[in-house]
Structure formats: C-alpha cells, structure tokens
C-alpha cells in the first residue's frame, strides 16, 4: 500500500510512490580488462520532498562480504528529481532568484498538461557522485516505471573513464528494482553495472489516503 504524502506539489504527484526511504541489496559486476568483477552490496535510498517541486535524492551504499555478511561502506549519490517542462517567471532562479510570477503548476489540472504522448511524463533527473563524476538524465515517469538516459556528464580531472548511463526503476508488489547500465573503462557499449531490489523501510513523514 503506498500513500500520497499530505501537501505535495502537484508536479510530485506522478513521482508519489517514489517518496520515502528504501533498503535492500543487489549485485555490482563489471568487465575490467577483461576481468568481470561482482560483489554483493547493500543500499539505502531516500527520496524526500520539502515543499517544493522536486524530490531530493539520497544513496548510500555498503559492500558485503560474502563470507562473513559484514558490510563496509562503499559510496554514496545525491541528486534532485523533477518533471522536465520549460521553465517561466513562475519559478526560482537563476541561484537564488525568487521567481517574479505566481507558480504555473499549482494544480492537478495544469500538471496534465504536461502528460507526454507515450502517456508518461518526461523526467530530468541530476546525481552527483563523491569520485568526481556529475551525471543529467533525460528520461519518463510513466506509473510505476521511470526510464532514464544520459544526455550529458560532467568529470573532474581525477575520475575513473565514464561516458554514458540508463537507469530503470520499477515498483512490483510494492517493491523497488533498480538496473544501472554504464559505459565506462574503455568499454565501447553500455553493460549492466548494478541492480537491487529494495523495500520500504519508512514512508514519508505525513500521508493522506493510500492508493
């Protein structure tokens, strides 16, 4: 059972039953010269609003020992989702610029404007990661399924060789799977970089009816 948190944006309402905190573990394998490496790893996601239209995003992520079960921090993401539209007066910025016009998504009804013809609704999503690498993707939020895609990647002088990534998430019986595609290393295609799946462990802090 998922609920719709209380005094959500209406821009968040498609993204509803991402929101709150998940936990789980999944399978990290990836060829390196030549070699494919996997290991089991735990992980921790939030995804948190604070009354504005985008959801905060927040992973942290653990590597298992096999044998033992012992799990020893690994890395962690942070980033923001949002519906892509075109941007007007009635929203903030640049920086800090508070915006000039009242919000022009302020109901369900101007929300479905934004509906795509694939019936879902186009995606921005941007995470950052603590090696260095800054990834944008484009993608859908179509029910229960988000597809996304990079369309741009922003590296320090110091980060490992990445290029490309697509993500998928889905709810199935109240569950989260993730998979994590990525071109990196050398490699000349994308390939499966991770995947888990994931329960809720917290919803958010104040709901209205379930859905």
Not at 157 to 168: G, S, V
């Amino acid at each position: 059972m998922i609920e719709i948190p209380v005094g959500l944006q209406p821009e968040l309402v498609p993204l509803y039953w991402l929101i709150g905190t998940w936990e789980g573990t999944g399978m990290v394998e990836y060829e390196v010269d030549g070699e494919l490496r996997k290991h089991p790893f735990r992980q921790r996601v939030t995804f948190r609003h604070d009354d504005l239209p985008y959801l905060e995003y927040h992973s942290k992520v653990w590597l298992l020992d096999e044998e033992s079960d012992e799990a020893s921090p690994l890395t962690a993401e942070t980033g923001f989702w949002r519906l892509s539209r075109q941007r007007d007066a009635g929203d903030v910025g640049p920086g800090f610029l508070p915006p000039s016009e009242s919000p022009t998504m302020h109901n369900a009804e101007t929300v479905e404007t934004l509906r795509n013809d694939e019936g879902g609704f186009d995606l921005e999503v941007a995470i950052v990661h603590p090696t260095g690498i800054s990834e944008h993707y484009y993608g859908m939020i179509r029910g229960p399924r988000v597809d996304l895609a990079t369309n741009g990647i922003l590296s320090s002088k110091n980060a490992e060789d990445y290029r490309a990534a697509t993500r998928m998430y889905g709810l199935v019986n109240n569950k989260m799977f993730w998979l994590w595609n990525i071109k990196a290393l050398g490699q000349d295609e994308l390939a499966t970089h991770a995947s888990a799946e994931l329960a809720r462990v917290e919803a958010d802090e104040s709901t209205t009816a379930a859905h």
